[in-house]
């Protein structure tokens, strides 16, 4: 066996250590010593370069040029680190992860996606085999409902559907109606634009959701659950489907569970993806048959749920994180997470970031780690302007909170939310009414048009961001928006009426100037509003190559051969082609 | 293999089964293969594998879909584990790349030189209780 050792040498941002470490050691006659590799690590610019030694398993960062006669001579010659003891990576706990040595340097934490990755979604002994399902046993064997509600208060467990509303109160409220009849509903609906964390838990771990629900279950006293997936989800139904029978077969789910009198069974129930039937009266009415409306509360459906029955509704991944609480116990999970929001939360990072994906960290990791350290940074390494987090629900954030830490009431003080985890990086090319525009459109298609506020709210504020964005906006405007929005957000009936007008008022909470821009000066400084925006061609740059003209669909550019050529606005109908072929620049957007 | 259990203790007699069981020889290739994997093209990488190891008979080598490892950017992904060698996640994996991973990294027991990924997260029951 090749037992020569393995140097992983992190490329992302070590320049040219690799190729430093190699002429060195050829220098020295010792690279058939070793094997060197090249990786690619993610972000991490707390951590300069980074270095993996195989088998001995550490991790040494932050070396310098200079160092790396040191980390020969230590490292490959004789294997006895002294001088650089100080930069091996130590696994230490870290505030945000008390209870737990495992390594944070990049800074993912991984409880509800621990399987994901892992495991085969498809077969439960793999699930069984990194302790699926022992929560469940040891609960049937040893634990009374109240304890584990015990434990969820102690782990202080929020939803993560959204509201963020402790999941041990509604457990328990649930718990201590009177019923014969009782519900659990997992929500996974995920509509928001941008979100598929929910998606993904189901695809790459079903049984955690259903362990989740089956102890919901036994501790409402329930004995019947249904899942509310999203039609467009073919796959998440069809692992769900092959889980919900492996774990018939095993006992876990049906008649005598594991062979206590404990019976549960779970239900698909695919839903047409309107976005209004997330919430959770109008799921309900889904589910009944009826239209998705949602409806008044109180009461709410842990009094008066599916068929009037008390029911227990939450969220994909609130449920996936029960089985590790309960088979961690709630004080380790407290131990992960930051004053009232406690364990670790899955973001679908997107937009204009390097390292777009599905990232869980603990949260209290500022939005700066996420996006640099976790996503690294922006594509292009261009300007950050604003961060929007919660969908249509929630708002962007500019730089100058880019330091703020995760969590609940940090988003909510900020006029966003943390919602259920898209995040969306904006860069300069991002238009702040674009963007407002782009999330209450949506949500006015949504609104199922039950309440006033939110129906005609929706479509005013939404005519004055279109008036606005076309150069017709006056100031006035400003002022209209803010007091529909604050009207919407005070008379609408449920959450998406609510919140539709977040996405504008925390534009305009930050980004005012932008606005006025467009109104004074008609001028979009992204670029973005197609009819603010003029494109018009620098004859000192243009070298009359004609690609422009050629690739025009209406033949706005004319001019000859060599000669720089003009652009007729009249016929413009502003594509911005010519902006985007141009390979001398020539063609100026203002 | 429908089996029934009959008391929450079989469940943890079961899963001590399925982990002493585990032989050390084998060596798994895990395909992240959730919608965005297969958008990516990792549904015909999980083709080659399967096609590939069936031809070479390589009977210890487990070709395994996972869910999604969360890199979006660099699907398809595909993780190598065996003895003897460090855990190696490699990005942009197509079919050709993957019969380099048979050929050079499962076969040859040797790493790679393209595409290595950092795993950009540790797992949580590491430490103590998954061996
Ligand atoms: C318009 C609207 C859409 C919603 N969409 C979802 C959704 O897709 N998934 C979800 O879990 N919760 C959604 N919610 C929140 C649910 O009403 C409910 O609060 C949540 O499922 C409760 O679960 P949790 O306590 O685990 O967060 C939505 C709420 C509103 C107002
Ligand atoms: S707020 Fe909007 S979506 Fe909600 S009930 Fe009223 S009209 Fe329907
Ligand atoms: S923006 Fe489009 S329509 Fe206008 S000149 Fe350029 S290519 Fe032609």
Partial sequence: ?590 | MAKKFKNPDELFKFADELTKKDSDDIIELRIGMGTCGIAAGADKVYEVFQKEVEKRGLKNVVVKKVGCLGLCFSEPNVEVVMKDLPNVLYGYVDEKFAIRILEEHVEGKKVLHENILDKPYQDIYEEEEVK
């Fill in chain 1, 1 to 590: 066996m090749d037992n020569r050792k393995i140097i992983f040498i992190g490329c992302q941002k070590a320049g040219n250590l690799y190729d430093l470490i190699n002429k060195k050691l050829v220098d020295e006659n010792l690279r058939q010593k070793v094997h060197l590799r090249k990786f690619y690590t993610f972000g991490l610019y707390t951590y300069k370069n980074i270095i993996k030694v195989w088998p001995d398993n550490i991790i040494i960062t932050n070396i310098t040029e200079d160092e790396i006669d040191t980390f020969i001579e230590e490292v490959i010659k004789n294997g006895k680190i002294t001088k650089l003891k100080d930069k091996i990576y130590k696994k230490e706990t870290h505030p945000l992860i008390k209870n737990t040595k495992v390594e944070f340097y990049h800074k993912q934490f991984r409880v509800v996606l621990r399987n994901s990755g892992v495991i085969n979604p498809e077969d439960i002994n793999e699930y069984i085999k990194r302790n699926g399902y022992k929560a469940l046993a040891k609960i049937l064997k040893e634990y009374t409902p109240d304890q584990v509600i015990e434990e969820l208060k102690k782990s202080g467990l929020r939803g993560r559907g959204g509201g963020g509303f402790p999941t041990w109160m509604k457990w328990n409220c649930t718990k201590n109606v009177e019923s014969d009849i009782k519900y659990v509903i997992c929500n996974a609906d995920e509509g928001d634009p941008g979100a598929y964390m929910d998606r993904s838990i189901l695809e790459g771990d079903p049984h955690s959701v259903l362990e989740g629900m089956i102890i919901a279950g036994y501790t409402i006293g329930a004995k019947q659950g249904f899942i509310y997936v999203r039609a467009e989800y073919p796959l998440a139904i069809e692992r769900l489907e092959k889980a919900i029978k492996q774990a018939r077969e095993y006992g876990l789910l049906g008649e005598n569970i594991l062979g206590t009198d404990f019976s549960f069974d779970i239900e698909l129930r695919l839903g047409a993806g309107a976005f209004v039937c997330g919430e959770e009266t109008a799921l309900i009415a889904s589910i009944e048959g009826k239209r998705g409306m949602p409806r008044p509360r109180p009461p709410y459906p842990s009094i008066k749920g599916l068929w009037d029955k008390p029911t227990l509704i939450n969220n994909v991944e609130t449920f996936a994180n029960v089985p590790v609480i309960l088979y961690k116990g709630g004080d380790w999970y407290s131990q992960i997470g930051y004053e009232n929001s406690k364990g670790t939360k899955v973001f679908a990072l997107t937009g204009k970031i390097k390292n777009s994906g599905l990232v869980e960290v603990p949260m209290g990791l500022t939005l700066r780690e996420i996006i640099f350290d976790v996503g690294g940074g922006l594509t292009g390494n261009r300007k950050f302007k604003a961060v929007q987090t919660g969908g249509p629900s929630g708002g962007v954030i500019p730089e100058e909170y880019l330091d703020t830490p995760i969590a609940y009431e940090t988003l909510q003080n900020l006029g966003s939310i943390m919602g259920s985890g898209g995040m969306i990086v904006m860069d300069n090319e991002d238009c702040m009414i674009d963007v407002a525009k782009f999330y209450l459109q949506f949500a006015v298609d949504e609104s199922c048009g039950k309440c006033s506020p939110c129906r005609i709210g929706g479509t005013q504020m939404l005519s004055i961001l279109n008036k606005i964005s076309i150069g017709h906006g006056e100031m006035e405007d400003i002022d209209k928006l803010i007091s529909i929005g604050k009207a919407m957000q005070k008379a609408s009936l449920c959450g998406l009426g609510q919140t539709a007008p977040n996405p504008v008022l925390s534009t305009l909470k930050y980004f005012r100037d932008e606005y006025e821009e467009h109104i004074k000066d008609k001028r979009c400084r992204a670029g973005k509003c197609r009819e603010l925006v003029k494109y018009a061609i620098d004859p000192t740059k243009c070298i009359g190559c004609t690609l422009c003209a050629i690739r025009c669909p209406v033949n706005a550019i004319s001019g000859e051969r060599k000669k720089p050529h003009v652009i007729d606005q009249s016929i413009c109908i502003k594509c911005g082609e010519c902006y985007n072929v141009c390979k001398f620049g020539a063609v100026i957007k203002e």
